[in-house]
């Protein structure tokens, strides 16, 4: 499935998953995840989201993959909407759950929705991350708050080569 997800195959990656069902492998939570990111990977979103509402359980990585999905194929709406979901069903989202739902937020220019974000992220005490530091200056930079950007830039306890140019992309663009 990786493989097909690289390669951005999914008549293969169907072929996988139909011979995973002809050959009675137990549908887990480890596999639903694999196919989930495999379709999402592979641009198919209608499929990863049919996958995912057919697992019978989900983890957080299950709840990642597909929000990571909706982000990168413009459907930050829907990333929103599942965000919101995690939250009500009690899941703790993560790093990763973060760094997507950011870029769903800069996919749509939701200013308000980042900045809750940016709020929640505050609060689970994960503000000091690198990465998501550099999530946060490109999601507000990419919604027109340059000093927003700036802000976060500078509360930044470690920079990267990749926040300084998130940093100078901002102000390229504005």
């Known amino acids: ?33 694999a196919l989930v990111t495999m379709y999402g990977k592979c641009g198919n979103i ?18 990642n993959t597909m929000i990571a999905a909706y982000a990168e194929h413009g459907c930050g709406n829907e990333a929103l909407q599942l965000f919101r979901q995690m939250h009500q069903e009690g899941f703790q989202p993560d790093k990763i ?10 996919g749509l220019e939701a200013h308000l929705q980042g900045k809750l974000v940016h709020a929640y992220i505050v609060d689970s005490g994960m503000e000091s991350d690198l990465f998501l530091g550099t999530a946060l200056v490109n999601m507000y930079g990419r919604c027109g708050s340059i000093d927003d950007a700036w802000r976060v830039f500078c509360k930044m306890h470690k920079r990267s080569v990749v926040s300084w140019n998130s940093m100078i992309a901002v102000y390229a663009q504005h």
């Open 97 to 106: 759950t973060f760094i997507s739902i950011l870029e769903a937020c800069a």
């Open 46 to 63: 209608e499929g990863a989201r049919r996958m995912f509402d057919s697992m019978p359980e989900r983890d957080v990585i299950s709840l």
């Open 1 to 33: 499935l990786d493989a097909c997800a690289s390669l951005v195959d999914v008549p293969q990656g169907k072929l996988v998953h139909a011979h995973a069902i002809d050959s009675g492998i137990e549908p887990d939570v480890g596999v639903g995840n």
